[in-house]
């Protein structure tokens, strides 16, 4: 089985935040993920939109899957998030997560989140500390 799927499978086994989020795994390898999740009502805030925390989350798992499925554990040191567009309720959100810079100490990942339709809903930038800690799974 590929390192980065395996790391990925152990790492969401045990994110109970991700499982409630109904965050699944379309694809993921070494600095890269792809997820995707169901918009659900309780998840809206008092417009009757999704809350900004709702894709923030999903970004942020995207991020912590990319950047630990290439071996290294890794921990995000800093995240932004821009609200493009409404998500509502029922829509299929998907996060796509893609490694721009890596050094021994720190990797800078771009999310960008997108309806079915294609459409941009976010963006999210995440930098994270590489530990000196393998996964040896």
């Not at 499982?19 to 890269?32: M, Q, T």
């Not at 995000?76 to 021994?104: P, Q, R």
């Amino acid at each position: 089985m590929d390192k980065a799927v395996n790391i990925v499978r152990h790492m969401m086994e045990n994110d109970a935040f991700s499982k409630w989020l109904g965050i699944e795994v379309a694809s993921n390898s070494a600095g890269s993920a792809v997820l995707k999740m169901t918009v659900r009502e309780e998840m809206t805030n008092g417009f009757g939109i999704a809350h900004g925390g709702i894709t923030y989350s999903l970004a942020d798992s995207a991020l912590a899957f990319a950047s630990n499925g290439g071996g290294r554990q890794s921990l995000s040191i800093e995240t932004s998030i821009h609200h493009i567009a409404k998500v509502k309720t029922g829509d299929i959100i998907t996060a796509s997560a893609s490694l721009i810079s890596e050094t021994n100490k720190t990797g800078i990942y771009q999310i960008d989140i997108t309806t079915t339709s294609g459409q941009r809903v976010a963006w999210f930038k995440g930098t994270v500390y590489r530990t000196t800690k393998e996964w040896n799974l």
